[in-house]
């Protein structure tokens, strides 16, 4: 069992609160964005980038990108970058459009670090 928990911590009172939580998911990266209280994360065995906002719980899946790796959320832009690992490749996404590019491919030899 893989017992995949996205948790939020609350610096007021020290508690922990589960925010998502799903055996079957493979989480791969992860990237936080506390203006819009939201948490992004990637899913390595669905091919799925998710977005989950805490307050209203509201999920958008971008499904179909690889095999996504690390994630980085742009806080200006609001795009995810991520590291397509079958690919090897840096994408790009835009969650509200539900749109990918590839920025960038890399040689079988390169390895990502997040």
């Avoid at 790009?92 to 670090?113: G, R």
Wanted: proline share 2%.
């Amino acid at each position: 069992m893989n017992n995949a928990q996205v948790k939020k911590f609350a610096l007021e009172d020290g508690s922990i609160k589960v925010l998502h939580e799903d055996d079957t998911l493979i989480l791969a990266g992860m990237d936080v964005f506390t203006a819009k209280d939201s948490v992004f994360f990637t899913v390595e065995n669905l091919g799925q980038i998710r977005h989950l906002n805490f307050k209203t719980n509201k999920e958008t899946i971008v499904s179909g990108v690889g095999k996504p790796g690390p994630i980085a959320v742009d806080w200006v832009s609001e795009n995810v970058y991520f590291v397509d690992e079958a690919e090897k490749a840096l994408m790009v996404c835009h969650m509200d459009k539900k749109k990918c590019s590839k920025i960038q491919n890399f040689d079988k030899d390169s390895k990502v670090l997040d």
